[in-house]
T-cell receptor
Framework: NAGVMQNPRHLVRRRGQEARLRCSPMKGHSHVYWYRQLPEEGLKFMVYLQKENIIDESGMPKERFSAEFPKEGPSILRIQQVVRGDSAAYFC???????????????FGPGTRLTVT | AQTVTQSQPEMSVQEAETVTLSCTYDTSENNYYLFWYKQPPSRQMILVIRQEAYKQQNATENRFSVNFQKAAKSFSLKISDSQLGDTAMYFCAFMTAYNAGNMLTFGGGTRLMVKP
């Protein structure tokens, strides 16, 4: 069973460009979470999605950031008009539906390191 | 809102020795889960161990064990027989239990260096 896949692993963007980060959850997982890790800090929650629905976006900046998880294909985190402060590692995690059998763990992808120049 | 605090930014231990990493949290919830994640230089987040708050027995996974003190809201990680491959950032994390899916709240991390 392949793990959580994220691409690209590294992304360089100039200020003002758009960044698109992709996440494919583990097979059978329908919950996707995005976290951001600034240098030398812990991970901070951004958004929680299920297929075609945003469940909790309380950690998302109000402007320039958006996320989706379409019926088909990977989850996308989109950052418009990037600024230097967006430079960070962005992690995606997935979990299976429900809590049966203690299946509440979140499994993390390798992350995408975004550098804004 | 929940908060997670790791008061030790950096720690070091000699290979084969035992080390304990501290974590405290603040919550008004009664049911929740606690986790320790390891982040090696590759930056991959790896789940080390988990604890359900309703279980009194401390979780163990091979060389890793926790000391869960619910009343004190403390959740420390003990690594026995430390190995060089244990060198990493370690993050304590909290999750509420009242929903089907919930976010993790992470502490700021402890950088552990295992010395040969």
């Amino acid at each position: 069973n392949a793990g959580v896949m994220q691409n690209p692993r590294h992304l360089v963007r100039r200020r003002g460009q758009e960044a698109r980060l992709r996440c494919s959850p583990m097979k059978g997982h329908s919950h996707v979470y995005w976290y951001r890790q600034l240098p030398e800090e812990g991970l901070k929650f951004m958004v929680y999605l299920q297929k075609e629905n945003i469940i909790d976006e309380s950690g998302m900046p109000k402007e320039r950031f958006s996320a989706e998880f379409p019926k088909e294909g990977p989850s996308i985190l989109r950052i418009q008009q990037v600024v230097r402060g967006d430079s960070a590692a962005y992690f995606c995690a997935s979990s299976p539906p429900g809590r049966a059998g203690g299946t509440y763990e979140q499994y993390f992808g390798p992350g995408t390191r975004l550098t804004v120049t | 809102a929940q908060t997670v605090t790791q008061s030790q930014p950096e720690m070091s231990v000699q290979e084969a020795e035992t080390v304990t990493l501290s974590c405290t949290y603040d919550t008004s919830e009664n049911n929740y889960y606690l986790f320790w994640y390891k982040q090696p230089p590759s930056r991959q987040m790896i789940l080390v161990i988990r604890q359900e708050a309703y279980k009194q027995q401390n979780a163990t996974e091979n060389r890793f064990s926790v000391n869960f003190q619910k009343a004190a809201k403390s959740f420390s990680l003990k690594i026995s027989d430390s190995q060089l491959g244990d060198t990493a950032m370690y993050f304590c994390a909290f999750m509420t239990a009242y929903n089907a899916g919930n976010m993790l709240t992470f502490g700021g991390g402890t950088r552990l260096m295992v010395k040969p």
